[in-house]
């Protein structure tokens, strides 16, 4: 398991570099290119996870290899995650570097859950609307869930916007159940 919260904090020290020396797009390509290989290449990624390797000798492999081919601060990051012993959390840097990104060019992801398939106008007037009250370009990516009975949910980060009648009948059954509760405590 992941500590997010470390990943993090991995992620935002890069970001922060990466953004003072103007490399960002750069630095995110090295991470992208980075994720990229270590998932085609197996022998790469069981050496690179593999805790019997020691630390030096995975430090120097892994100079040998990227050293001309990502940023000296992206390098840097992957020689603290080898001597920290957490390389496992390359993958989660990575998704967390994409955030900071994204955030930093005014750029959020919505996934939009709907219980039938919403035709391409529908889900152009969805993403408009979503742009212009959030203020920022989405990137969408849609589901269909009958669950829902109808109507649309959307999330972005941790916002959620719930306008399925699934949802509208869980506030009412709430509203009835707070209600029942108020009338029984009044009459004892």
Known sequence: MVDLRVA????????????????LQATA????????????????????????????????????A????????????????VEKRREKMLDAVCDEFQKLQEAHQGIARAHIQSATPLTEAEQNALV????????????????????????VRVRIGDYQIDGTLRGALDR???QIMLEIERRGARAT
Do not use: W
Request: proline share 5%.
């Open 8 to 23: 993090r904090r991995y992620a935002r020290a890069l970001f922060e570099v990466a953004l003072k020396q103007n490399q």
């Open 29 to 64: 390509d090295d991470l992208r290119n980075l994720r990229g290989i270590m998932r085609e290449s197996d022998e790469l990624r069981a050496f690179f996870y593999s805790p019997l390797i020691p630390r030096d000798r995975k430090r120097d492999r892994l100079r040998a």
């Open 66 to 81: 990227f050293r001309e081919r990502v940023q000296p601060h992206t390098m840097r990051t992957l020689e603290l995650l």
């Open 128 to 151: 408009q609307k979503l742009q212009q009250s959030t203020g920022k370009t989405i990137i969408p990516t849609f589901e269909v869930n009958p669950e829902l009975i109808g109507g």
């Open 172 to 174: 009412l059954r709430d």
